[in-house]
């Protein structure tokens, strides 16, 4: 526990660490205040009725337009009832931004730059070291050599874990001050009724594949950047190979052996609204792919580096 704690105070005493969770929290606040100012505005309930009320001149333009078929007619009169029952239930216009769907957006982003950043971290801790000879000192200590290599892979984990946090939790302070909060709804016409259905999206499932993911992402640079002693090589090799994964992956799906390839079993691919790459994968298949994989690279590099020759 101690060399996780020095491994975790060296880690923020570098400027990378701090410049990566500012990037971070500054991208999602911009793509947010973006979102908020284009977005249609249902602050008050009056700014809600004049949204409203706008879609409903809009729609009864168009069935005034000549030669409109009697299934356009009826798309914008169940258009037009839905609107108005939006109206008497006080409800958003549809094209406004909810909290919900702001939520999505921002654990997507949050996903998507730690992935980046994760890598950055993992694949440097250790190559990093034996770029500047600062191994060296660091094996001199009397512990084992596996114990320093496993409390730099645990926090590089925490640090992806603090990323994760920070994103969502910044994320869903700005959803509650800038958008409505209240439960996102979809509206149907059945019979000459307008139907209500609350829309509950899927937050927790999409973290937890997602995180299966980065998981994986962080064992993969991190082994990348035990082999290699250049950092630089280390985080641009381990960058490359991520980000061309799945293009890779679509040019040999046609190939029975595509299935047992990591990047084709990426549990993110099983979040809500995803799906896998190559058809017939399962999410029990995927997750047993992952294992093997995980297995495989923390072997490679643990049996590397308790090797490793490190007195040149």
Do not use: C
């Not at 505005?41 to 700014?47: A, V």
């Not at 070291?129 to 590089?156: A, C, D, H, Q, Y």
């Amino acid at each position: 526990m101690q060399y996780v704690k020095n491994e975790w105070i060296k880690m923020w005493s570098q400027k990378n660490a701090w410049i990566m969770l500012g990037i971070l929290l500054a991208l999602l606040a911009f793509v947010t205040g973006m979102n908020k100012y284009y977005s249609v505005d249902s602050t008050t309930k009056e700014d809600r009725i004049e949204a409203n009320e706008k879609w409903i001149s809009h729609y009864n333009d168009m069935l005034n337009e000549e030669g409109l078929a009697e299934e356009d007619v009826q798309y914008y009169n169940d258009e037009i009832a839905m609107t108005e029952y939006r109206i008497a239930q006080d409800l958003p216009s549809f094209d406004a931004m909810s909290f919900s769907e702001h939520m999505e957006l921002s654990i997507s982003i949050t996903i998507m730059i730690i992935g980046i950043f994760t890598v950055v971290i993992a694949a440097g801790i250790v190559s990093s070291e034996f770029g500047t000879g600062t191994i060296k000192m660091l094996l001199t200590r009397p512990v084992s050599r596996w114990k320093i290599l496993l409390s730099k892979l645990v926090t590089s984990i925490l640090y992806g874990a603090t990323l994760l946090a920070s994103g969502l939790i910044f994320s869903y302070i700005l959803g509650i001050v800038l958008f409505n909060t209240d439960p996102t709804v979809t509206l149907s016409v059945m019979n000459g009724q307008v139907i209500e259905e609350t829309v509950n999206t899927p937050f927790m499932e999409m973290i937890l594949y997602s995180v299966g993911s980065i998981l994986m992402t962080i064992l993969f640079a991190f082994m990348i950047g035990t082999i290699f002693g250049s950092s630089t090589l280390a985080v641009s090799l381990s960058l490359f190979i991520l980000l061309m994964g799945s293009t890779a992956t679509m040019f040999i799906a046609q190939y029975d052996f595509a299935k047992y390839v990591w990047f084709a079993n990426d549990l993110s691919f099983y979040a809500p609204g995803s799906m896998p790459l190559i058809e017939g994968l399962t999410f029990t298949f995927s997750l047993i792919v992952n294992i093997v994989y995980a297995i495989v690279f923390l072997a490679i590099t643990f049996i590397y580096f308790m090797k490793r020759d490190v007195t040149a």
